[in-house]
C-alpha cells in the first residue's frame, strides 16, 4: 500500500504563501487519484483540490484562485501552492490517495494564518 509524507506547513501571515509536498512511496504513484483535505480545529475534514489521474484539476469554492494543486510523476509528489492565504485557510492538511476504492492518508501538516 502507498505511504505518504507531508510537509512545508508552518506560520505565514496574512496574504502569505506556502507550498504543501506530499510525497508518495510508490513508483505506481501517478495511477492514484490524489486529493488534499484539510480540517479546522472543531470543524469536518474538506475537501481542498483533487487531481484525477485522468482530468484537470478541481477545488473547493473558497480557494480557487488561490490554490494549485500539481502532481510530478517523477518525484512521485503532489503539491498545493497556497497563496493570498487568509485566517480561515488556518487548518491542518492532509494529502489523500485513492485507487480500487481504498484510501490512504498522510499524516497531516499544520497550517497557520496569523499576524
Known amino acids: 500500500q502507498v505511504q505518504l509524507v507531508e510537509s512545508g506547513g508552518g506560520l505565514v501571515q496574512p496574504g502569505g504563501s506556502l507550498r504543501l509536498s506530499c510525497a508518495a512511496s510508490e513508483s505506481t504513484f501517478s495511477r492514484y487519484a490524489m486529493s488534499w483535505y484539510r480540517q479546522a480545529p472543531g470543524k469536518e475534514r474538506e475537501l481542498v483540490a483533487s487531481l484525477p489521474t485522468f482530468g484537470g484539476t478541481n477545488y473547493a469554492d473558497s480557494v480557487k484562485g488561490r490554490f494549485t494543486m500539481s502532481r510530478d510523476i517523477f518525484k512521485n509528489t503532489v503539491y498545493l501552492q497556497m497563496n493570498s492565504l487568509r485566517p480561515e485557510d488556518t487548518a491542518v492538511y492532509y494529502c489523500?490517495?485513492?485507487?480500487?476504492?481504498?484510501?490512504?492518508w498522510g499524516q497531516g501538516t499544520q497550517v497557520t494564518v496569523s499576524s
Open positions: 489523500n490517495a485513492q485507487r480500487f476504492g481504498l484510501d490512504y
